[in-house]
């Protein structure tokens, strides 16, 4: 009997410990969402799709309006993940000094002219199979942002109405960044 409960306090302690791991440790291997020829990254749609969910669902437990998919966010957010994964760094500012806001303004897509304000979250991971269980590699995700102060707010910020996910995956790397918009 008591070793019973020892083997059950273990197999507990372990599963506790496993399901906490750092968000550094996701791997990424996709069969679905489109791949760019050249470079072999991957773009999980479903994945994205899930994310938005997730932070929609978040934003209701907490009293706030959904965020409105936007396709010209998304597409500046995946490319904000390809660039990562290309050039090999992890921060809101690129090696040549890009910022968020940078970006906008130099791009200047239409509708830049009505945002007022943006924001933007960024992951990465690596070693973790999300291929059968994107759920479950979403949940990672939007739960690291929202235990993280700075991530948390951008989700929970009253003022944004829009939101686009991008995630650019290869080989076992997965990065993922989150563009937040109000439009005036």
């Known amino acids: ?21 750092p968000l550094a440790y996701g791997q990424v291997r996709t069969t679905s969402g ?10 999980p749609k479903e994945l994205e799709r899930r994310i938005l969910q997730l932070t929609n669902e978040a934003r209701r437990k907490n009293g706030l309006a959904p965020l409105y998919p936007d396709n010209d966010l998304a597409a500046k957010a995946r490319a904000k993940s390809d660039d990562m ?7 809101h ?3 040549e000094g890009k910022t968020l806001k940078d970006r906008f303004q130099e ?30 590699q979403a949940r990672m995700i939007v ?3 929202m235990t993280s102060p700075g991530h948390r707010r951008n989700i929970l ?11 650019s995956a ?15």
């Open 85 to 91: 994964l290309m050039n090999k760094y992890f921060s």
């Open 34 to 43: 489109a791949v760019s020829k050249s470079s072999g990254i991957q773009h």
């Open 1 to 21: 009997m008591r070793s019973n409960l020892k083997w059950t306090a273990a197999v507990s302690i372990l599963l506790a410990a496993l399901l906490h791991l």
């Open 157 to 167: 910020e009253a003022n944004y109405t829009h939101l686009g996910v991008g995630v």
């Open 107 to 136: 791009e200047k897509p239409a509708s830049f002219q009505t945002i007022s304000r943006i924001g933007e979250n960024i992951y990465m991971g690596a070693r973790f199979d999300y291929a059968t269980d994107v759920k479950t």
């Open 143 to 145: 739960d690291g942002w």
């Open 170 to 184: 290869k080989d076992k790397i997965c990065y993922a960044t989150q563009i937040f918009s109000q439009v005036k």
């Open 93 to 95: 500012t690129s090696p």
